[in-house]
Nanobody, 124 residues
Framework: QVQLLESGGGLVQAGGSLSLSCAAS????????MSWFRQAPGKEREFVAG????????FYADSVRGRFTISRDNAKNTVYLQMNSLKPEDTAVYYC?????????????????WGQGTQVTVSS
């Protein structure tokens, strides 16, 4: 079993930055593809960014490409999401997810483990 704990959310003005962390415990995530999802009120959970288990490949939603950067440190069992140039439409609860496979998949249904989420609010 893997437990995931997100941190780093908060309130920021439009144009600002936030850095999210996802710390894993229970076992290593070095064999897992890791992704960030988000869910705004009244909307479905959507893929934001993903990184394969080696960290050699990253994937982004069109809405965040060029503004967000996903990275991982397998030695620290942690995944990060650097968010720059934030917009009010980025407001959501952000979730970290792990999939026991090499490749990132954009569908949330295939992820085995989820964190509790961290709130990100961007004011205009």
């Amino acid at each position: 079993q893997v437990q995931l704990l997100e941190s780093g959310g908060g309130l920021v003005q439009a144009g600002g930055s936030l850095s999210l962390s996802c710390a894993a415990s229970g076992r290593t995530i070095s064999n897992s593809a890791m992704s960030w999802f988000r869910q705004a009120p009244g909307k479905e959970r959507e893929f934001v960014a993903g990184i394969n288990r080696s960290g050699g490949s990253t994937f982004y939603a069109d809405s965040v490409r060029g503004r967000f950067t996903i990275s991982r440190d397998n030695a620290k069992n942690t995944v990060y999401l650097q968010m720059n140039s934030l917009k009010p439409e980025d407001t959501a609860v952000y979730y970290c997810a792990a999939r026991d496979a090499t490749m990132v998949v954009r569908s949330p249904s295939v992820y085995n483990y989820w964190g509790q989420g961290t709130q990100v609010t961007v004011s205009s």
